[in-house]
């Protein structure tokens, strides 16, 4: 039998996943729905004036993308763990911490990307000013893999276990401080005018290095869970 | 030099070792925290600026500086465990871990306590508080998972990865929060150049220091042997090191 190599393995698997995907919009657009649902209730919550909701749309904005991606990164590994495909994986020829990267990048072209994709109008309805927004955008679109990588080292590592949710919160939370501190930042020097380039060149360094790091994090994660 | 580490890492020669080496950790850290509290309570000079208000420090500063030196030393005996599979390693570890969670604690307290009369709040969000409040977490998350799993093989695997991808993350966790904001008056000790503190006050800083460090590893050694016992509950050598046959 031929043994596809790495790039093509990479695509085949992403092209898999995001068949998969496509398949069940439903669940997939959770995530989507949920960022767009927290960030209405902040003007409920609070009082609808355009000044409190323009101070406060770059922390809604971001902690409403940390959250989604967090509920998204519960259902990453589990299907094909229960299914016994990752078992599979696990034995392929192809290095395991390649095959998890290419889940998670699909795992991110469905969830992680729409929310990059959704965030002007989220944040149009917070009155965040129009300078922050392509800031905003870009800074999601590096974070938000980051946010992805990370959900996958620690969805690898309870993706056995029954009692998963609350659980994969805490372990994903601290480590994604730094991202939704940069994050923040990058929207709010964007607001005031000022130059953020700074914030955007951190996160994608952080960016970097979850990916060049975390796949084998994931390996190592999956290959003890799946003991 | 190969011997003598799978000697140390052997779960009978740990029992006995620690037997020997806990009470004169145990006496040292009695004495040194005794000395040191005494001497910073009432043998310092009051601060020019603080007053009386600044020997929390003695306790304060010694319990942050543990806090941080603890994950450090349990990332590292998890990754000793999990590389050499050594399961005394991550016996250590797992016992590290409550401590290091009692210490970082201890270092938020007393933080909060002296941030009262010197800026008028109990809790301000500073880049150093915050910092420590996240490694409080990060140790909750080590044991939760730890506790989450029931295979105890697994779980000693899985939490040794989690603390070192937490020790990684240490560093960025820092310095992104210090960028974010800061309050916290600047490191007192610090390795380069000269103290920013009169050697009167820092005689006594040290010697707690010295001591935590002390009471740190006897409640370590203790923690870790009740670990090993519970682990090799059925093993004969225990069984005769214990007397019960």
């Known amino acids: 039998m031929e043994v596809p190599g790495l790039g093509q393995a990479f695509a085949l698997q992403v092209g898999r996943d995001m068949r998969l995907a496509f398949r069940h919009l439903g669940q997939l657009a959770n995530p989507l729905m949920f960022f767009i649902m927290v960030t209405t209730l902040f003007p409920l919550a609070l009082n609808p004036s355009p000044q409190l909701l323009e101070a406060i749309a770059p922390g809604v904005v971001w902690v409403a993308a940390l959250l989604a991606s967090l509920l998204a990164s519960e259902s990453l590994f589990r299907q094909d763990v229960d299914d016994g495909t990752m078992e599979q994986l696990a034995l392929s020829p192809q290095p395991l911490a390649l095959m998890l990267l290419a889940k998670t990048a699909a795992h991110w072209l469905m969830t992680g990307l729409p929310l990059v994709l959704i965030s002007p109008i989220v944040a149009y309805g917070l009155f965040l000013p129009q300078e922050a927004v392509p800031v905003t955008m870009g800074a999601l679109a590096l974070a938000t893999p980051i946010l992805s990588l990370i959900g996958g080292m620690m969805a690898a590592l309870t993706v056995g276990l029954r009692r998963g949710g609350g659980l994969l919160s805490l372990l994903i939370l601290p480590i994604a401080m730094p991202v939704l501190i940069f994050g923040a930042r990058a929207t709010d020097l964007a607001m005031t005018g000022m130059e953020s380039v700074g914030a955007i060149y951190l996160l994608a360094a952080l960016l970097l290095l979850a990916m060049s790091l975390s796949p084998f994090a994931m390996a190592a994660a999956m290959r003890i869970s799946l003991d | ?245």
């Open chain 2, 1 to 245: 030099m190969w011997k003598f580490i799978h000697k140390f890492g052997s779960p009978p020669h740990f029992y006995r070792l620690s037997v020997v080496l806990t009470p004169w950790f145990g006496w040292a850290a009695a004495i040194l925290i005794t000395a040191g509290t005494l001497g910073g309570l009432y043998l310092a000079p009051p601060d020019y600026q603080q007053g009386e208000g600044f020997r929390i420090i003695y306790v304060h500063v010694p319990s942050a500086s543990m806090s941080m030196f603890v994950y450090v030393n349990m990332a590292l005996a998890a990754a000793v465990g999990l590389i050499w599979r050594i399961k005394l390693a991550h016996a250590v570890a797992a016992a590290a871990a409550p401590i290091g969670a009692s210490f970082t604690f201890l270092a938020l307290a007393t933080g909060s306590i002296w941030a009262k009369p010197m800026w008028g709040t109990w809790w301000v969000w500073d880049a150093r508080l915050t910092s420590e409040l996240v490694l409080l977490f990060l140790y909750f998350g080590y044991m939760a998972l730890r506790a989450a799993i029931d295979d105890e093989n697994r779980a000693d695997r899985a939490s040794a990865l989690l603390a070192i991808i937490g020790l990684i993350n240490i560093p960025i966790i820092k310095y992104s929060v210090e960028w974010w904001n800061t309050l916290h008056q600047p490191a007192t000790i610090s390795k380069m150049g000269k103290p920013a503190m009169d050697g009167d006050m820092l005689t006594w800083l040290l010697l707690n220091i010295a001591g935590f460090m002390c009471f740190f590893i006897a409640v370590l050694l203790i923690s870790a042997r009740a670990e090993v016992i519970r682990r090799a509950r059925d093993q004969k050598w225990l069984k005769q090191a214990l007397g019960v046959t």
